[in-house]
């Protein structure tokens, strides 16, 4: 994966989070609940509940009923936002092919440009939140970074420690690399989609290998997809693509990302070696792959309808 070096970055709808003090006020909620303004999230509360259990530690004082994560509101209590730093480092592509806070600048530019462009009208870009440890939001209350990355519908911003792609290797057994982070934040901005489609307000906390959890995460990574096919020809500022290179490796490396953050894939390897189909809320690995790649083949966002899929993969 590789940016235009001469393209000019816009970090204006970037906020660092990360300096002294703590995240936004909110209230109490965190991780992946659907409905109720809580937050959408690539991995969720599938790895903040087998943290929990494996550890033994409550990571935030207990799920409240919803799905909540009541306990987090003084994580990153009083941080103030810094654009500052990103500005100075973050000025074209050729710091994006070479700094991974300067890559998601990048990715987040070309995802707006790409996702305003398939709106006729109604289209409000997302802000994006980068922070370290934990952070409390305006929309959906606090959350530590165990929940992973996540889009929070009640204000309309994503959020993501981008240490999480460490995990990603470390914990998750990725592959890893520049595209697969930039998996991970295309399938965020894909929850954005959903909610100026409303349709994340039509999926309640049911869990299941056909519920509407798996189904709008699916979709979720089916638009994905969608971006990832156009990414190459989607034009910055500069009238020129941002991207200019896109390979096979690249896409390998968001299939197998896919595949290791896949309901199935964590309980085995995460979660003590047993599969339990009743309480996946994100989708199988091969559910996940199969979804970003119908994205991916079509270019298509009208493909990517989980809700009346008869099966999901």
């Not at 259990?53 to 935030?60: A, H, S």
């Not at 707006?112 to 370290?132: C, H, I, K, L, M």
């Not at 996540?150 to 420690?161: L, N, T, V």
């Not at 959903?194 to 049911?206: A, F, H, M, S, Y």
Request: aromatic share 8%; charged share 20%.
């Amino acid at each position: 994966m590789r940016f235009d070096e001469n393209a000019r970055l816009d970090t204006s709808g970037v906020d660092d989070l990360r300096g002294a003090g703590g995240g936004r006020r909110g209230g109490g909620v965190g991780g992946r609940v659907a409905g109720a303004g809580g937050g959408l999230g690539i991995v969720g509360i599938v790895i903040y509940l087998l943290l929990s259990n494996l550890t033994g530690v409550d990571l935030g004082g207990g799920l409240a009923a919803g799905g909540g994560y009541p306990g987090l509101d003084q994580v990153g209590a009083g941080q103030s936002a810094d654009g500052s730093s990103l500005a100075q480092n973050c000025a074209t592509g050729a710091s994006a092919n070479t700094s991974t806070d300067c890559r998601m600048v990048a990715v987040v530019n070309s995802l707006d440009d790409y996702w305003e462009g398939q709106f006729s009208s109604g289209f409000v870009r997302p802000r994006t939140n980068f922070f370290a440890g934990g952070v409390s939001t305006d929309g959906c209350g606090s959350a530590t970074s165990d929940v992973g990355p996540f889009y929070c519908p009640a204000d309309s911003e994503i959020y993501i420690d981008l240490s999480f792609f460490d995990e990603l290797e470390s914990r998750f057994g990725a592959q890893g690399g520049p595209f697969s982070q930039a998996y991970v934040m295309a399938h965020e901005y894909g929850h954005h989609i959903q909610n100026l489609l409303g349709t994340n307000r039509q999926v309640g906390n049911e869990t299941g290998p056909t519920s509407g959890s798996v189904r709008l995460e699916l979709q979720a990574d089916c638009y994905a997809g969608v971006w990832a096919h156009h990414a190459t020809t989607v034009p910055g500022d500069s009238g020129r693509p941002l991207i200019s290179e896109l390979t096979q490796d690249d896409i390998d490396a968001a299939l197998d990302t896919a595949d290791k953050i896949g309901d199935d894939h964590i309980q085995t390897h995460l979660g003590g070696g047993q599969v339990d189909e009743s309480q996946f809320s994100h989708g199988s690995s091969v559910q996940r792959e199969r979804w970003f790649t119908t994205g991916l083949d079509t270019g298509d966002a009208g493909a990517c309808d989980t809700f009346a899929a008869r099966s999901l993969g």
